[in-house]
């Protein structure tokens, strides 16, 4: 049986995308994300972080981990506090052992051997240990804080957290900066040194991701899924989303189906 190219757990979700003729971003959104190509290192983003990826001859493996996966886990091995956050140390890795847990995930969902779902669970099971143990730095911060739209800083919480509940209609940076409590210029310069991306971009990024969800997680039009997230023609949707993720909103919602 194939295995779909898009797999949506509950604590997270496997995606695996065409190689790449031009450099792209990718956002973690909520998620934390780990990235893996055959011979590259492997990147590591925290939530709500935006990387540029280099071009690339081979299919990507795309690893979302939840927060809530992270933090049960660092609870139950006894590395968790209440009120500390776990950030991944770096950006890039040559691990050689997070590559082969990686790579042993890629070829489950490439072979589709019976079992394979019970497979991909350990192996992501056993890459949440060995991030605690060597990836994640736990933090006290009087500056980062885990929200409700995962671990963001206070000084633009509520300004994420406004984005994320008015994607689905246009924002003007004014009504962004004034959930923060903030001068446009303030904030929009205080966004960028921040998350390394502007508001809007980072908006741009948010819907996107929004419809991945709903993409692979429902079944509504595709016209719907574009209007909840603020695009409401579907040619210019389609556009947008073929752009970001290499598929468009069907093709991608296909692969996600077993």
């Known amino acids: 049986m194939a295995v779909p190219r898009i797999i949506v757990e509950s604590n997270f979700t496997l995606e695996l995308r065409a190689p790449n003729r031009r450099e792209f971003e990718v956002f973690g959104q909520t998620a934390y994300l780990l990235l893996h190509a055959p011979q590259t290192d492997c990147f590591l983003l925290n939530p709500n972080e935006i990387l540029r990826l280099p071009k690339n001859d081979s299919d990507w493996l795309l690893l979302r981990l939840s927060p809530q996966l992270l933090i049960e886990t660092a609870t139950r091995l006894k590395l968790y506090r209440t009120g500390s956050n776990l950030l991944f140390s770096h950006t890039q890795s040559d691990d050689p052992k997070m590559q082969s847990v990686l790579t042993a995930i890629l070829h489950e969902m490439m072979e589709g051997a019976a079992g394979w779902r019970e497979v991909i669970h350990s192996l992501v099971q056993q890459l949440v240990v060995h991030l605690l143990r060597s990836h994640i730095n736990l933090k006290r911060s009087e500056e980062l804080e ?7 800083d206070r000084r633009l919480r509520r300004a994420i957290e406004f984005m994320h509940d008015n994607c689905a209609r246009e924002l003007s940076l004014a009504e962004i900066a004034d959930a923060a409590y903030l001068s446009e210029f303030y904030f929009a310069r205080l966004f960028k040194k921040i998350t390394g991306t502007t508001p809007h971009a980072y908006l741009a990024a948010l819907r996107i ?6 993409l692979a997680e429902t079944a509504l039009a595709i016209t719907e899924v574009g209007a909840r997230v603020g695009y409401n023609s579907q040619s210019h949707f389609t556009k947008i989303f073929r752009e970001a993720t290499g598929l468009t909103p069907h093709a991608f919602r296909a692969t996600a189906k077993p």
């Open 146 to 152: 885990l929200s409700r739209v995962g671990i963001v």
């Open 209 to 214: 991701e929004r419809a991945r969800k709903l």
